[in-house]
């Protein structure tokens, strides 16, 4: 099945090498570019859009997140997915909110790496079982659905009322999130309003995330 195009993103030459020869032999029709960090990707990708793209997270310069969201701010729809060794809740989610319709960890097989390629051109979201168990945790750990102050808040503010519970600072929050620091201080100033708390433990307490 021709996939028409396809751009790897990978710093390590080792594993560029492989990705590109899997999936060449997998696809030989298709047309798979490579890229070693997100800089020069991104500059050629804007322009030349792409099938398809594989992202690692970590990277020289510009991490594949930042990369993959400025891309998807061009290209909303081009199919983005994350090839990495980051098996971890905050980069899992930071790549899914980036945009990411996929997430595969590097130790996958390489019938497994193809197979998730195949199923996100067909339109599917991919993701290793070990991802997609913690994906479901995660939701299941943060279920405030019987709360009313937490459902108050709009879909931002909820968003943003999470990460304050991990005891984030604002430049942190703002980085997380794409958003500006004066952006998050307007939000939680009318998270505050609200709820009508002063502090981030109250506003925590009321919403019942502790």
């Known amino acids: 099945m ?57 990277l020289p310069g510009m991490s594949g997140i930042e990369c993959m969201y400025k891309l998807k701010s061009v290209h909303l729809q081009m199919p983005c997915m994350m090839l990495t060794v980051f098996d971890d809740a905050e980069n899992i989610f930071k790549a899914i909110k980036a945009g990411a319709t996929g997430y595969i960890l590097k130790n996958s097989s390489a019938e497994k790496i193809i197979e998730a390629v195949n199923d996100l051109y067909n339109g599917g979201s991919p993701m290793s079982s070990q991802i997609a168990r913690k994906v479901i945790e995660a939701f299941q750990q943060t279920d405030n659905s019987k709360n009313e102050s937490y459902h108050s808040l709009s879909r931002r503010e909820q968003e943003i009322i999470q990460v304050l519970a991990k005891g984030f600072r604002y430049k942190e929050i703002a980085e997380q999130l794409f958003l500006s620091q004066e952006t998050i201080r307007t939000h939680i100033r009318n998270i505050y309003e609200k709820l009508h708390v002063n502090s981030r433990s109250e506003a925590l307490r009321k919403t019942g995330i502790i």
């Open 2 to 58: 021709p996939l028409g195009s396809l751009a790897i993103i990978e710093d390590n030459d080792k594993i560029r090498e492989y990705l590109c020869e899997l999936l060449s032999t997998a696809y030989p029709e298709t047309d798979v570019i490579v890229y070693a960090n997100a800089e020069d990707a991104l500059s050629v990708l804007k322009n030349e859009p792409v099938d398809m793209v594989l992202f690692d997270i970590e």
